[in-house]
């Protein structure tokens, strides 16, 4: 209780922000990237006179506590039948760590894909995710180390958020590796960023899944150096590519969006490679999309609640996510 009253004093402090609208945040119509066929759109904190930046202290993402070696991810046991919907989280350390809904953790005894946004506070006892499998074929008798491997696209975490169906979900990741002309034994979602050839029938099919993870690190690349040559108040972007709008993540602290981003920038980049084409969306019509997101309180949860997810802490929000 004294960790979660911790969060909420940080968010309060600004309590405006909290509340991820207009009067706090706006859209940098004016700073957007652009590189190929994906333009993203930063959005960014105002200065409401306090400092203009508010950070939630002793928060982590997953892939950086992943990474200090402070995440400690197993499977709950060996069974598929009982095990397959759970994974096992050791947080030891002082931090809490935020888990994003649609992230994907390979490796285990299978692929999986996180459900909810969750806020994993210290403990030295057991916590457990509720996941979904996204290697359809593949249940393994030895349990592989697992690895952060980022978000998914927006057109499987739309599945997953609408849908909380696994059929529904092997089923859209067949689709895309079937569109993007990607042979996998397993009928793994990640055999999009991997590509690994068996025959020479497969030549061609693999020549092509070779080029899309090629051009895949160089968007990231790209979009990643830019971020990190920007000032500290992007909170969120919006993303495009040729007449739709990808998807929109928001933040209720920079420290947050930051931990998040590498992991978002691959979504949308694979969202892009599978399904876009060159930008041809008009900023006119991001903003119109944009304002039934951010204009108030109440067309935000409407809007919201048809397309897309809020993620709160006690009564903060902290995170905003629409397709």
């Given at each position: 209780?004294?960790?979660?009253?911790?969060?909420?004093?940080?968010?309060?402090?600004?309590?405006?922000?909290?509340?991820?609208?207009?009067?706090?945040?706006?859209?940098?119509?004016?700073s957007?990237?652009?590189?190929?066929?994906l333009?993203?759109?930063?959005?960014?904190?105002?200065?409401?006179?306090?400092?203009?930046?508010?950070?939630?202290?002793?928060?982590?993402?997953?892939?950086?506590?992943?990474?200090?070696?402070?995440?400690?991810?197993?499977?709950?046991?060996?069974?598929?039948?009982?095990?397959?919907?759970?994974?096992?989280?050791?947080?030891?350390?002082?931090?809490?760590?935020?888990v994003?809904?649609?992230?994907i953790?390979?490796?285990?005894?299978?692929?999986?894909?996180?459900?909810?946004d969750?806020?994993?506070?210290?403990?030295?006892?057991?916590?457990?995710?509720?996941?979904?499998?996204?290697?359809?074929?593949?249940?393994?008798?030895?349990?592989?180390?697992?690895?952060?491997?980022?978000?998914?696209?927006?057109?499987?975490?739309?599945?997953?958020?609408?849908?909380?169906?696994?059929?529904?979900?092997?089923?859209?990741?067949?689709?895309?590796?079937?569109?993007?002309?990607?042979?996998?034994?397993?009928?793994?979602?990640?055999?999009?960023?991997?590509?690994?050839?068996?025959?020479?029938?497969e030549?061609?099919?693999?020549?092509?899944?070779?080029?899309?993870?090629?051009?895949?690190?160089?968007?990231?690349?790209?979009?990643i150096?830019?971020?990190?040559?920007?000032?500290?108040?992007?909170?969120?972007?919006?993303?495009?590519?040729?007449?739709?709008?990808?998807?929109?993540?928001?933040?209720?602290?920079?420290?947050?969006?930051?931990?998040?981003?590498?992991?978002?920038?691959?979504g949308?980049?694979?969202?892009?490679?599978?399904?876009?084409?060159?930008?041809?969306?008009?900023?006119?019509?991001?903003?119109?999309?944009?304002?039934?997101?951010?204009?108030?309180?109440?067309?935000?949860?409407?809007?919201?609640?048809?397309?897309?997810?809020?993620?709160?802490?006690?009564?903060?929000?902290?995170?905003?996510y629409?397709?």
């Amino acid at each position: 209780m004294k960790f979660l009253f911790s969060i909420l004093f940080a968010l309060s402090a600004n309590a405006a922000l909290s509340q991820l609208t207009y009067e706090t945040l706006f859209v940098d119509y004016d700073s957007a990237l652009l590189y190929k066929n994906l333009k993203i759109i930063p959005i960014r904190q105002k200065d409401n006179g306090y400092g203009g930046i508010i950070g939630i202290p002793k928060v982590m993402s997953l892939s950086d506590a992943i990474k200090k070696g402070i995440a400690k991810i197993t499977e709950r046991g060996t069974a598929s039948t009982e095990n397959v919907h759970w994974l096992r989280i050791n947080n030891n350390s002082d931090s809490a760590i935020y888990v994003g809904s649609g992230e994907i953790i390979s490796g285990g005894r299978q692929d999986r894909m996180v459900m909810h946004d969750t806020i994993l506070r210290p403990s030295n006892k057991d916590q457990y995710i509720p996941v979904m499998c996204v290697e359809e074929d593949r249940w393994s008798d030895k349990e592989e180390p697992f690895e952060y491997r980022g978000f998914a696209n927006s057109h499987l975490r739309k599945v997953l958020d609408s849908s909380k169906n696994q059929v529904q979900i092997w089923r859209e990741i067949d689709y895309q590796l079937e569109r993007g002309h990607v042979n996998s034994k397993s009928m793994a979602y990640l055999s999009q960023r991997e590509p690994k050839g068996e025959s020479k029938r497969e030549k061609r099919r693999r020549e092509k899944q070779h080029e899309q993870v090629h051009l895949g690190d160089d968007y990231f690349n790209y979009f990643i150096q830019k971020f990190k040559n920007a000032d500290t108040s992007v909170v969120g972007i919006v993303c495009v590519s040729d007449s739709a709008i990808l998807g929109c993540d928001i933040f209720a602290a920079v420290n947050l969006f930051n931990g998040q981003l590498p992991a978002l920038l691959r979504g949308y980049i694979d969202e892009a490679l599978l399904f876009g084409g060159p930008v041809r969306l008009p900023n006119d019509k991001v903003m119109k999309y944009m304002d039934k997101i951010l204009t108030d309180k109440k067309s935000q949860e409407e809007f919201v609640s048809r397309h897309g997810k809020i993620f709160k802490e006690g009564k903060e929000i902290i995170h905003i996510y629409t397709y």
